[in-house]
Nanobody, 128 residues
Framework: VQLQASGGGLVQAGGSLRLSCAAS????????MGWFRQAPGKEHEFVAH????????VYADSAKGRFTISRDNAKNTVYLQMNSLNPEDTAVYYC??????????????????????WGQGTLVTVSS
């Protein structure tokens, strides 16, 4: 699977953005997906995860109540709707394929090392 994230940009605090991640390859619909972000000088930070069917979703504490992950398997695309953005959300956002089959999520955050097929991210900048 090859991934390409898009939809980032500059937004004022309190604003919204919708990120998209387009996937190529026939295995997308059978793959759980994750969104991560990386701020300057920091490691990849888990944001949200969605199961292959889209029925199961989990979020980092920083994303709960503000972000919504979704997917359209017919379009080979996963989305991240981000509302009530604040400057701390400024980062490059990446989507990635969960390499763990049939993952059971007991603990968060999910480690970036469990994910693959990282594509180019999309930059989100939130101004105060």
């Amino acid at each position: 699977v090859q991934l390409q994230a898009s939809g980032g940009g500059l937004v004022q605090a309190g604003g919204s953005l919708r990120l998209s991640c387009a996937a190529s390859g026939r295995t997308f619909s059978s793959s759980a997906m994750g969104w991560f972000r990386q701020a300057p000088g920091k490691e990849h930070e888990f944001v949200a995860h969605i199961s292959s069917s889209g029925e199961s979703k989990v979020y980092a504490d920083s994303a709960k109540g503000r972000f919504t992950i979704s997917r359209d398997n017919a379009k080979n695309t996963v989305y991240l709707q981000m509302n009530s953005l604040n400057p701390e959300d400024t980062a490059v956002y990446y989507c990635a394929v969960d390499l763990i089959q049939n993952r059971r999520i007991w603990n968060l955050p999910l480690p970036a090392a469990d994910f693959g097929s990282w594509g180019q991210g999309t930059l989100v900048t939130v101004s105060s």
